[in-house]
Every structure is written in structure tokens, then in C-alpha cells.
């Protein structure tokens, strides 16, 4: 079984300074990782993803996130804040030695970032 | 590239008929789509696994004569959710799988129904 956690419901931070959103995952196997965000009333939109290679992830608007294997923990980052980062992030999780191409989601943690 | 393509993007159906939503990958074939729904303020709930030609596989709990699901082509996975109640209404999100960053998401499909 594969499953995501996400320990944080809501996550505040102010213009400019750093973001953290937190995530830790439950895999069998390899896991393949994913950060999405999702905005009122659309679809997820893709920031990132880890598979293999460099513990540091880049991705789409200045984010990126760090595998840590020894801690089952992929938490998103950012340096500086925008306001308009201010969304619904979700966290996900496939094994890739289950066979199953199925994605588990976090329950998601909703990041405020105040002007 | 990889785009996917949702709709409609809203719904407002009156109780006790059908409704259906379509999900085509624009510019990849789709040989696997997904089909979730998501309470507000909640994540998203995989509803059933879609693959082209066959049959969908559905998860513990959902209805699969409620929620009726066809792949028939690579392009193309339409969700119809049948006799509609207003316990139905929810946003409906079809994700596919593509080769450049794993999978796409469609915009989503918000149900009410009255």
C-alpha cells in the first residue's frame, strides 16, 4: 500500500520570505513523487516530480523539493514567497514496484502568503 | 505538449437525470485516464482507473452503474453519472498519463445537482 501525509492543513508565511510545505510518504518500493498545485475551482497544475537522481528537485515557479529517503519526506520549497503562491498544494505518491500506475494524494495544505 | 482537455467545466443538472463529462488528451494518446472526485476542502479521491478498450477498473465504493465510464478510443474517456442526486454534486477532476512529467490533469468538472 502507498500513502501520503501531509501534516499541515494551512501554512502562512509572509511576501518574501521562505515557504515549506511538508510531506512524507509510505511506499513499499521506489517511490515516484509528485507536487501539484490547484488553484478555485481548477485542475491540478504540475510542479514537480522526483524518480531518481539528485535529492534536490527544481520545478516550475521557483519551487523545489528535497527527497529524503532516510526520513521518507519530499517537503516543497521556495526562497522567496509570492502572493500569487497563495493555493492549494497537493503532495502524491505512486510505488513504482507495485504494477499499479495509480496516483495516492495528501490530504493537501493550503498555503497563504500574506502581502 | 500534454494537455488535457475537460469538459464541461460546469454542470447544474436537476435530480434524477444523467449527466456526462469528457476528458481527451489533445496532444498524446491516453492509453490509461483516471477519474477522481474531490469533496471541498478535501483531496482528491481516485473513483476508478480507465484504460482504452476494456473495461474500467473501479475503486472499493463506487458505483460503477452510477457512474458509468467509457475509453473507447485513445483521445477520448467520458464519465456519466447517471440518475443524478444532489449528494452527487462535486468537482470531478480526469487525469492521463504522459511521457514527459507523469500525468495531466484536466481543468475539472463542478456538478451541482438540484
Known amino acids: 500500500a502507498q500513502s501520503v501525509a501531509q501534516p499541515e492543513d494551512q501554512v502562512n508565511v509572509a511576501e518574501g520570505n521562505p515557504l515549506t510545505v511538508k510531506c512524507t510518504y509510505s511506499?513499499?518500493?521506489?517511490?515516484?513523487l509528485f507536487w501539484y498545485v490547484q488553484y478555485p475551482n481548477r485542475g491540478l497544475q504540475f510542479l514537480l516530480k522526483?524518480?531518481?537522481?539528485?535529492?534536490l528537485v527544481k520545478g516550475s515557479y521557483g519551487f523545489e523539493a528535497e527527497f529524503n529517503k532516510s526520513q521518507t519526506s519530499f517537503h516543497l520549497k521556495k526562497p522567496s514567497a509570492l502572493v500569487s503562491d497563495s493555493a492549494l498544494y497537493f503532495c502524491a505518491v505512486r510505488d513504482l514496484n507495485s504494477g499499479y500506475s495509480t496516483l495516492t494524494f495528501g490530504k493537501g495544505t493550503m498555503l497563504l502568503v500574506s502581502p | 505538449g500534454a494537455v488535457v482537455s475537460q469538459h464541461p467545466s460546469r454542470v447544474i443538472c436537476k435530480s434524477g437525470t444523467s449527466v456526462k463529462i469528457e476528458c481527451r488528451s489533445l496532444?498524446?494518446?491516453?492509453?490509461?485516464m483516471f477519474w477522481y472526485r474531490q469533496f471541498p476542502k478535501q483531496s482528491l479521491m481516485l473513483m476508478a482507473t480507465s484504460n482504452e478498450g476494456s473495461k474500467a477498473t473501479y475503486e472499493q465504493g463506487v458505483e460503477k452503474d452510477k457512474f458509468l465510464i467509457n475509453h473507447a478510443s485513445l483521445t477520448l474517456s467520458t464519465l456519466t453519472v447517471t440518475s443524478a442526486h444532489p449528494e452527487d454534486s462535486s468537482f470531478y477532476i480526469c487525469?492521463?498519463?504522459?511521457?514527459?512529467?507523469?500525468?495531466?490533469f484536466g481543468s475539472g468538472t463542478r456538478l451541482t445537482v438540484v
Open positions: 487525469s492521463a498519463i504522459n511521457r514527459e512529467n507523469g500525468y495531466t
Open positions: 511506499v513499499s518500493g521506489n517511490p515516484y
Open positions: 496532444d498524446f494518446q491516453a492509453t490509461t
Open positions: 522526483y524518480i531518481t537522481g539528485d535529492n
